[in-house]
């Protein structure tokens, strides 16, 4: 799309807050920023969190966190003085899913995996997103293979609105000096191996020379892992 385009071009060597504070006055009261406590979305918290500008932060719990994650988000609450909203998947669907494939379905199949992650992702961020008109994520190209081809501005075809990664073009090293310089508050989990944190039953800690999702639904191929969230 062409307005793509020139937005992408427009803001190609800008720094991370000059992004923000545009797409933040651009669609003022329309634009929400999702996060899942990432190394990447704490980052995006602290920025959007110093704008002073409103924006609607809000998570997906899937009911299959990590406990860390859990602390992280009151603890996070607490630092940047915010309400991060969350939103649970419909328990209809859960229910009825787990009742006829299993607890833990997700093993047996990707399309078991992938409805599973429609079911306790896709669906409440169809919800979360409703009524918005772009939101912003925590991307990176860097991360996976599924990751290379992520730009500033995008176009959500699933959402039908535009979506933002400001930090498409960081480096792991530098996520992690602005978390250093800034004290900002990741999960404790990173500090025991892990270097991409999910659903627990779905993740893992990494070893020397795995790339930083190897540990995201490890029993699957390179090419199949992503929840579906991020489709562009
Ligand atoms: Fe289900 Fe695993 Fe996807 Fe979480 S990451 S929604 S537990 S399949």
Redesign the pocket.
């Known amino acids: 799309m062409q307005h793509i385009d020139v937005l992408n071009n427009r803001f190609a060597d800008s720094e991370v807050t000059e992004v923000l504070n545009f797409f933040l006055d651009q669609y003022s009261g329309r634009i929400a920023f999702a996060t899942s406590y990432s190394i990447e979305d704490q980052v995006l918290t602290h920025l959007l969190a110093s704008t002073g500008k409103s924006v609607k932060i809000f998570t997906l719990d ?4 990590p406990e860390e994650t859990y602390k992280l988000i009151g603890s996070t609450n607490e630092r940047y003085n915010i309400n991060v909203k969350v939103y649970f998947p419909e328990y209809q669907s859960v229910e009825k899913m787990v009742q006829t494939k299993g607890m ?3 093993y047996d199949s990707v399309e ?10 896709l669906e409440p961020l169809k919800r979360a997103l409703s009524g918005e008109d772009a939101w912003i994520a925590g991307l990176r190209r860097e991360q996976s293979v599924t990751r290379e081809g992520v730009n500033l501005v995008e176009f959500d075809k699933r959402h039908c609105i535009i979506k933002i990664n400001p930090l498409y073009n960081w480096t792991e090293d530098k996520v992690w000096d602005f978390i250093k310089q800034h004290k900002v508050p990741v999960s404790s989990l990173y500090g025991k191996g892990f270097t991409s944190i ?6 893992r800690a990494v070893t020397a020379g795995e790339s930083i999702r190897e540990g ?2 490890w029993w699957e191929n390179p090419d199949t892992k992503e ?1 579906g969230l991020h489709v562009s």
């Open positions: 899937t009911g299959r966190l833990n379905l997700f078991n995996r992938k409805e599973c992650c429609h079911v306790r992702k999910g659903c627990a039953p779905c993740t995201r639904w929840c």
